[in-house]
Nanobody, 118 residues
Framework: QVQLVESGGGLVRAGGSLRLSCAAS????????MAWYRQAPGKEREFVAH???????RYADSAKGRFTISRDNAKKTVYLQMISLKPEDTAVYYC????????????WGQGTQVTVSS
């Protein structure tokens, strides 16, 4: 059974930082591309960042320069370090995983709330 469990969300003031974690089980973690998405109230879910290896990382424009995605294959965990947070970063952040054989993300976590106050 695949499980992705996010943690690290919370309430922070604008300009602050948070680090999200996503612990995976039930998958061959090292061969999966891991991603972070987010969904703000009343908006569609949007891509934030993904990582396959340290040399294969992509960010949404909104995340470039402020967010850093990383992974620890030994711990089967992916991280999202967020700095200089803005109120518009407020959303539920989701972790997702896909293997090399698909372009879709079949596995999702339950999400963690990030709220940035102005």
């Amino acid at each position: 059974q695949v499980q992705l469990v996010e943690s690290g969300g919370g309430l922070v003031r604008a300009g602050g930082s948070l680090r999200l974690s996503c612990a995976a089980s039930g998958i061959r973690f090292s061969i999966n591309t891991m991603a972070w998405y987010r969904q703000a109230p009343g908006k569609e879910r949007e891509f934030v960042a993904h990582i396959f290896t340290a040399a294969n990382i992509r960010y949404a424009d909104s995340a470039k320069g402020r967010f850093t995605i990383s992974r620890d294959n030994a711990k089967k965990t992916v991280y999202l370090q967020m700095i200089s947070l803005k109120p518009e970063d407020t959303a539920v952040y989701y972790c997702a995983a896909r293997n090399p054989y698909t372009l879709e993300y079949p596995y999702w976590g339950q999400g963690t709330q990030v709220t940035v106050s102005s």
